[in-house]
């Protein structure tokens, strides 16, 4: 059974460093093919994709805060970490990571997809 | 970025009824999209992927289609359950991005 849980602080004060796990069950980071993705969504708001990385290490983030925060991995622990080194107030919402997998692949490249999520953690950032 | 656009935004049905929601992207993506239906207060759940390919334990009400830039979700026989904001997601480029949701409410 594939399991995915997220941990981290309720409560951030602005400019502080929001650190946020992701510990999984069912596979490994190790396995080839696999990775994991952060997925944020504001109050009200869609879904926003924010981070990935992968069994190799590459790593990706969304545009809008490539500058702005760090994936990382730890594969004995099975966990994936996601830091924000300068919180703001738009970093709250509810955080969900997500087992992503290969789903395909053409001659140039993988396509990988989410498939199974945790349940999310909410952060609120306010002083 | 690959921007995603679905339509409606909101959608009314009984139950019963067969919907279909669109989502469009701006450049093509081959069949790399995804579908999600997400339930208030609750994690997103895989629907669809590679556009038709139906998620593992999904009824067979639910169906995708399209490939390059359109494509559609089509729930037939609607149920109560079927309540929730679906999402389309492409993963053709490293950098995902998501449609804004289309509401349904029964």
């Known amino acids: 059974q594939i399991t995915l849980r997220e941990s981290g602080p309720a409560l951030v004060r602005p400019t502080q460093t929001l650190t946020l796990t992701c510990s999984f069950s069912g596979f490994s980071l190790t396995q080839t093919g696999m990775s994991v993705s952060w997925v944020r969504q504001s109050p009200g708001r869609a879904l926003e994709w924010i981070a990935r990385?992968?069994?190799?290490?590459?790593?990706y983030y969304t545009t809008s805060l490539k500058t702005r925060l760090l994936i990382s991995k730890d594969t004995s622990k099975n966990q994936v970490t996601l830091t924000v080194p300068s919180a703001d107030p738009a970093d709250t919402g509810t955080y969900f990571c997500?087992?992503?997998?290969?789903?395909?692949?053409?001659?140039?490249?993988?396509?990988?997809?989410?498939?199974?999520w945790g349940k999310g953690t909410t952060v609120t950032v306010s002083s | 970025d690959i921007q995603m656009t679905q339509s409606p935004s909101t959608l009314s049905a009984s139950v019963g009824d067969r919907v279909t929601i669109t989502c469009r992207a701006s450049q093509s993506i081959s069949s790399w999209l995804a579908w999600y239906q997400q339930k208030p207060g609750k994690a997103p759940t895989l629907v669809i992927s590679k556009a038709s390919s139906l998620g593992a334990g999904v009824p067979s009400r639910f169906s995708g289609g399209g490939s390059g830039t359109q494509f559609t979700l089509t729930i037939s026989g609607l149920q109560p359950d079927d309540c929730a904001t679906y999402y389309c997601q492409q993963y053709y480029s490293p950098l995902y991005t998501f449609g804004q949701g289309t509401r349904l409410e029964i």
């Open positions: 997500a087992r992503t997998r290969v789903g395909g692949a053409t001659r140039e490249s993988y396509y990988y997809y989410m498939d199974v």
């Open positions: 990385i992968t069994w190799n290490d590459d790593k």
